[in-house]
């Protein structure tokens, strides 16, 4: 577990000390070292159903989106969990 920390840790240190992600620069852009096809496929659909509720504006389109949104959320943690796990297995192998 330390040392699952001690790589969150360094990914977090590394994703928010870039010069152009600083705290000065004006945005922060996301973290994108853990997304992958999966979560950029959910993202997109995410998108698309937001677009959909927006134009007719119905129940149902609001329900599909926020399914949608939590679809994301759900694989967004899956793949930071898988990506962290890798990074603690980096550290135990070295």
């Known amino acids: 577990m330390q040392k699952q920390h001690l790589c969150h840790l360094f990914l977090f240190t590394v994703t928010h000390t870039h010069p152009f992600n600083g705290p000065l620069s004006g945005t922060m852009q996301?973290?994108?070292?853990?997304?992958?096809?999966e979560v950029a496929e959910a993202v997109r659909e995410k998108k698309i159903k937001y677009g959909k509720w927006k134009k007719v504006n119905t129940k149902e389109a609001r329900m599909e989106y926020k399914k949608s949104r939590k679809n994301v959320?759900?694989?967004?943690s899956s793949a930071k969990e898988k990506k962290q796990k890798e990074?603690?297995?980096?550290?135990n192998d070295a």
């Open 30 to 37: 996301t973290q994108t070292w853990r997304w992958n096809e």
């Open 73 to 76: 959320k759900r694989v967004i």
């Open 87 to 91: 990074c603690a297995n980096d550290l």
